[in-house]
């Protein structure tokens, strides 16, 4: 069946301008993740949608960073006013259980660059 | 907070060799246990997980890894690595939040 998916693959952008990431969780999973992973460095948890619940977005390093979810299913995880440290892959993953402990599917990730 | 340490940044071993990578956690109560792997243009998948019971968990591909409480460690073992091994491979514990460690990549040489 299908994975996560997301979009773009590759984005480059100048410094200073919004980005838009989107995530295709997979079908009927309830909890959807965002993580950023830089360089050398390991996944840095973002926020946390679990169904109709009040995401948790303990994880966001600024309030540049937002994310919202539609409909329970279709992410998007935006970044204002972009900066250089922002250059990083950013990953989705979904599972079929809120909670962390259960088993989450990962998608390719969206690699951001600022220039 | 949580921490989650990876000794090893990079190891580089031939094919048929025993592999082990060190996972270490800073957590003292009840933790769930994961290491994920991601191999070249491909997803991070699961390896093998622990939630509670016996604290040597095989995992997929001939991977194990045991939970030792008192280390606060879980270590990471295959007793004979292939070339197609060769990966990115995270520890990860969830006390709240899922926290990763750094990864450390395994190169296998033919």
């Known amino acids: 069946g299908a994975g996560v998916s997301q979009s773009p693959s590759n984005k480059v952008t100048e410094k200073g301008k919004d980005v838009e990431l989107r995530c295709d969780p997979i079908?009927?999973?309830?909890?959807l993740y965002w993580y950023r992973q830089s360089l050398g460095q390991g996944l840095e948890f973002l926020i946390y949608f679990q169904g109709n619940s009040a995401p948790d977005k303990s994880g966001l390093p600024s309030d540049r960073f937002s994310a919202e979810r539609t409909g329970g299913s279709v992410s998007t995880l935006t970044i204002q006013r972009t900066q250089q440290e922002d250059s990083a892959v950013y990953l989705c993953a979904s599972s079929p259980v809120g909670a962390y402990s259960y088993e989450q599917y990962f998608g390719p990730g969206t690699r951001l660059t600022v220039t | 907070a949580q921490s989650v340490s990876q000794h090893n940044h990079h190891v580089i071993l031939s094919e048929a060799a025993s592999l082990e990578l060190g996972c270490n956690y800073s957590?003292?109560?009840?933790?769930?246990l994961f290491w994920y792997v991601q191999y070249p243009g491909q997803h991070l998948q699961l390896l093998l997980k622990y939630f509670s019971g016996d604290p040597l968990v095989k995992g997929i591909k001939g991977f194990e890894a045991e939970f030792i409480k008192s280390k606060f460690s879980f270590n990471l073992r295959k007793p004979s690595v292939q070339w197609s091994d060769t990966a990115e491979y995270f520890c990860?514990?969830?006390?709240?939040?899922?926290?990763f460690g750094a990864g450390t990549t395994v190169t296998v040489r033919a």
């Open positions: 079908s009927g999973h309830t909890a």
């Open positions: 990860a514990v969830r006390v709240d939040k899922l926290s």
């Open positions: 957590y003292g109560g009840t933790v769930n």
